[in-house]
């Protein structure tokens, strides 16, 4: 049974940094495309970044500049340093799969992954 599990969020005053975890073992698949989202009560899920299983990575406008995706397909981990952090970056923060590579689907949709962690919360003050 796969899970997505992730870790790193807290508290951080504005201007901090973080860095976010997603313990993907059991998650191997040749092809995939590997995001971040993000939520908050009341509105819908949001994309933050995403990464190709060729490396790739593709930012939301809300991320670029500040956000860096990452993986370590060794352990399997995926991870997203987020730097700058403003208020508004406050957020439950998903991390999620697709078994299809990030070209090929639409990539920022949350419709098209199948597999969701439980969230990590992030609060910036």
């Known amino acids: 049974h796969v899970q997505l599990v992730e870790s790193g969020g807290g508290s951080v005053q504005a201007g901090g940094s973080l860095r976010l975890s997603c313990d993907a073992s059991g998650y191997k698949y040749r092809g995939y495309c590997m995001s971040w989202f993000r939520q908050v009560p009341g509105k819908e899920r949001e994309a933050v970044a995403a990464i190709d299983s060729d490396g790739t990575p593709t930012y939301a406008d809300s991320a670029k500049g500040r956000f860096t995706i990452s993986e370590d397909k060794t352990k399997p981990t995926l991870y997203l340093q987020m730097n700058s952090l403003k208020p508004e970056d406050t957020a439950m923060y998903y991390c999620?799969?697709?078994?299809?590579?990030?070209?090929?689907?639409?990539?920022?949709?949350?419709?098209?992954?199948?597999?969701w962690g439980q969230g990590t919360q992030v609060t910036v003050s």
């Open positions: 999620t799969a697709a078994k299809i590579r990030c070209h090929i689907i639409t990539t920022f949709a949350a419709w098209e992954y199948t597999l």
